[in-house]
């Protein structure tokens, strides 16, 4: 059945994921003699084109939902500048570039998303190269947040406590302080990761920079006394 004919221009390559959320089904790029930027979305009556900004123009790309965190994951494809290999979430708002590392730039590689363990799945494409190798992408939850700080008193020396609370159990979590320490944890079941920092000298200050999966990072300031 003929559903409508009016809405995004003719075209080929473009990419297409179904947000069952908002019960649209997200289109973005293509080409129709140019590559195209535009995101439309499809409610199963009318087309409605939803924004001009965000990924470069492109065909080749690969999208999946996102159904615990309610976004539409886009990577990869060529564009006019050739193949590129950044990730991008479109929450049906806004494209919002996400800066976790991964794959290198491709085309015409596959993509879908995993539900029961809330993972989305990259598999293959082509840069000149034929890849066979399978990536996992979690991105953000969203809910991040870096706790300020505490010093806590350890028989007379002082350790800095760092919690980051809201993350996605599993995520690694990278902690550094300004003077070049680093100390990894890991997202619990709780969603919380905490580092420690031993033997801090008394008056010791400065940020407390946390960095994670998909790319973000929060910051504090910390004194001991």
Known sequence: TLRADTGPSPRWLHAMAYDSRRGVTVLFGGYDGPRDGETW????????????????RRGHHSMSYDSARGVTVLFGGYDNDGYVGDTWEWDGTAWTMRGA????????????????????????????????D?????????RERLKKPACLDQQGTNQLKVTLKGGIVGDGVTVAL????????FINARGKCRAFFNGRPSGDSGEVLAAWGCG??????YECP
Not at 102 to 129: I, M
Not at 134 to 142: D, L, V
């Open 41 to 56: 979305e499809w409610d199963g009556e009318t087309w409605t084109l939803r924004a001009t900004t965000g990924p470069s």
């Open 216 to 221: 973000a990072s929060d910051q504090q300031f």
């Open 134 to 142: 399978t990536w996992e992408y979690r991105g953000c939850a969203g």
């Open 178 to 185: 300004t003077d070049g320490s680093t100390v990894s944890c």
């Open 101 to 132: 590392p991964g794959p290198s730039p491709r085309k015409e590689h596959a993509q879908a998303y995993d539900s029961a363990r809330g993972v989305t799945v990259l598999f293959g494409g082509y840069d000149g190269t034929k890849y066979s």
